[in-house]
C-alpha cells in the first residue's frame, strides 16, 4: 500500500484563566517593585527640592549646581541674583540651586 493510515491526535486542552494569571504575575511584581524602589523616591525628591526652592528668600546661603556658593540678593519669578563675592552678582535660574546652606556659612571675603 502507498497510502499510510492516518491517526487523529487528542486535543490539547483548552488553556485556564488560571495559568494566564500566574504567567503575569512576575510582571506585576515587577512593576510594584519598580516604582516602590525608583518612582516613588524620586517623586519625593523632586516635591522637597520644589519646596525648597520657593522658600529661598532674599539673604540665604546657597550652593549652585556649577559648586558656586552665595548669598541671595535679588529674587524673581524665573530667577535669583546670588552675590558671590563683593559686587559680584550672578544671575541663575531657580532651578539651578540645589542646597540652602545654614546661615553663617558663606563667608565674606
Do not use: C, W
Not at 76 to 83: A, P, R, S, Y
Request: charged share 15%; glycine share 8%.
Amino acid at each position: 500500500m502507498f497510502i499510510s493510515n492516518a491517526y487523529a491526535q487528542a486535543a490539547a486542552p483548552a488553556a485556564s484563566t488560571e495559568s494566564g494569571l500566574l504567567g503575569m504575575l512576575p510582571l506585576v511584581l515587577m512593576f510594584v517593585v519598580l516604582y516602590f524602589v525608583m518612582i516613588r523616591p524620586q517623586m519625593k525628591r523632586q516635591k522637597e527640592h520644589k519646596a525648597m526652592i520657593e522658600a529661598i528668600a532674599k539673604g540665604d546661603e546657597v550652593v549652585t549646581a556649577g559648586g558656586i556658593l552665595g548669598k541671595v540678593s535679588k529674587l524673581g519669578d524665573n530667577f535669583i541674583h546670588i552675590e558671590v563675592a563683593n559686587g559680584v552678582e550672578l544671575q541663575l535660574q531657580r532651578s539651578a540651586i540645589t542646597q540652602v546652606l545654614p546661615k553663617g556659612s558663606v563667608k565674606a571675603a
